[in-house]
């Protein structure tokens, strides 16, 4: 019961980032550095027709965890959000942001992430391929 708490608590945290960010990506909010809309996106370099690429596979991936069955799928949502907010870190720093308020957010998702995929329910694992 205790693992299922943690990874519940862990997964709809980590799933309401996904969704919060990824709206604010999809509709092109302009909230500022840090947050993901177009201040930030413009500041780390990248054009803004991005937000509508990462908005939507974060969206996808948020619902790929929360719904049940297709563990598969959940897998690769979860190494999606990996890569994006690995991603997010390493623009952080090669854009110059030296700021750990700037990267928290991103380290913050990669916790959230790895306890959520850990403490996951055996019907959300992909199933060992025997041979």
């Known amino acids: 019961m205790r693992n299922k708490i943690i990874y519940w608590i862990a997964t709809i945290w980590l799933t309401l980032g996904m969704l919060s960010t990824g709206i604010v990506q999809l509709l092109k909010m302009n909230v500022g550095t840090g947050v993901g809309g177009v201040d930030n996106i413009k500041h780390l370099g990248y054009p803004v027709y991005m937000l509508t690429v990462l908005g939507t596979w974060k969206i996808l991936g948020a619902i790929a965890l929360l719904i049940p069955r297709f563990p598969l799928l959940k897998e690769w949502a979860y190494a999606g959000i990996f890569f994006t907010v690995t991603g997010?870190?390493?623009?952080?720093?090669?854009?110059?942001?030296?700021?750990?308020?700037?990267?928290?957010?991103?380290?913050?998702?990669?916790?959230?992430?790895?306890?959520?995929?850990?403490?996951?329910?055996e019907d959300r694992?992909?199933?060992?391929?025997?041979?």
């Open 88 to 121: 997010a870190a390493f623009s952080h720093i090669a854009s110059g942001d030296d700021s750990f308020k700037e990267i928290a957010p991103s380290l913050l998702y990669i916790i959230l992430i790895a306890v959520s995929w850990y403490f996951r329910p």
């Open 125 to 131: 694992k992909v199933a060992p391929v025997r041979g």
